[in-house]
């Protein structure tokens, strides 16, 4: 289990919720059945309408990652993740703290969410 923690000026207080291990869902599918509002519109990597930023709260190194090309080319547009952070992601699978909600499959470490 890993606790899946949102903050937003859009909530009243931080919600916390419980993704089961295993679970291969998106962060947008688990906001969603818990009704927190991430904005979103295409549900696909290609509008960035779902960014948000994410921080693994463990005190461990991130679990390694893979950025889809989609998610790599909506965050460059954005403004939202660097060249270096992309190197960082490919060759040393360290995750960059902005992610589009609706690519990012929830996995067994606790995570901070801000949106
Ligand atoms: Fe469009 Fe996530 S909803 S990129």
């Known amino acids: 289990m890993a606790d899946v923690t949102f903050t937003s000026p859009a909530l009243p207080k931080d919600v916390t919720v419980y993704a089961v291990a295993g679970d291969t869902r998106t962060l947008l599918s688990v906001a969603k059945e818990h009704k927190v509002p991430i904005h979103f519109e295409c549900e696909n990597g290609e509008c960035g309408s779902c960014?948000?930023?994410?921080?693994?709260?463990?005190?461990k190194t991130p679990l390694g990652i893979s950025l889809t090309e989609k998610e790599k080319t909506v965050l460059k547009l954005a403004g939202k993740i660097t060249s270096q952070q992309i190197e960082d992601a490919e060759v040393r699978d360290l995750p960059p703290p902005w992610r589009?909600?609706?690519?990012?499959?929830?996995?067994?470490?606790d995570i901070l969410v801000k949106f």
């Open 51 to 59: 960014a948000c930023e994410v921080s693994v709260l463990t005190g």
């Open 100 to 109: 589009l909600a609706c690519q990012f499959i929830v996995r067994h470490e």
